[in-house]
């Protein structure tokens, strides 16, 4: 079966190549391309695509503002947000508000689509840049938190694993256990953020 990909971008000329490019491409179908946040708050939970395309920068409600909408209407579609380049607060910003993958738009089209069937397999796709910014606010000292919210050794291992867009069996492989100790270890580091995606976990840990 194939994709459904709804697209929220201003731009028309960016809104109809995308749109004209996912339809066009096997195993990928465009349901949905809206200007403005207003328009697929009426659209999309309606149609409920399995991944929305986001641009940051809407006119009026904000892509950040349209995603803390939308993820109540419907947790089931995964959702990218697009930027015109990586600014660290907004990348936190729309992590935070519920956003699965952040992609810069000068990214190659082919790596858009990638994107979207690493989302929709239950990643976490980045542009290169971004999952570098990302990693590096491991390196940085964490902030003070109260006990229960502090993340063990091996935890945070996989957390900054989970950042670099990491699935369960390639962290088994990297640290060299099993992926249901994998598994478990994730759902220890979500009740422990109190998140429910590995995306919300790493905009919460990195203190953004």
């Known amino acids: 079966m194939s994709i459904h990909v709804g697209i929220v971008e201003d731009n028309r000329s960016v809104r109809e190549n995308l749109a004209e490019f996912i339809e066009g491409t096997p195993g990928f179908a465009c349901v949905a391309a809206c200007a403005t946040a207003e ?5 999309l939970p309606a149609i409920r695509p399995d991944v929305a395309l986001v641009d940051i ?27 015109v380049e990586a600014e660290s607060a907004r990348v ?12 810069v738009k000068h990214v190659a089209a082919e790596e858009i689509l990638e994107a979207i069937r690493e989302v929709h397999a239950g990643g976490a ?11 590096g606010t491991f390196r940085e000292p ?24 990491h699935r369960s069996k390639e962290i088994a492989d990297v640290l060299g256990i099993g ?10 580091i979500y009740e422990k953020l109190h998140v429910r995606s590995r995306a919300q976990a790493v905009a919460k840990y990195a203190g953004r």
């Open 142 to 165: 964490p902030p003070t938190r109260a006990p229960d919210v502090l993340l063990s050794v091996r935890e945070t291992e996989i957390l900054g694993l989970l950042a670099k867009g």
């Open 125 to 135: 796709p980045m542009s290169s840049q971004v999952a570098r910014m990302v990693v």
């Open 179 to 188: 992926v249901g100790t994998v598994n478990t270890h994730v759902r220890h």
């Open 92 to 103: 936190f910003e729309s992590l935070k508000a519920g956003a699965t993958g952040y992609l």
């Open 39 to 43: 328009e697929a708050l009426r659209k």
């Open 57 to 83: 920068n809407l006119p009026g409600k904000s892509g950040v503002d349209f995603v803390k909408e939308f993820r109540g209407l419907c947790p089931g579609t995964q959702l990218i947000m697009l930027t």
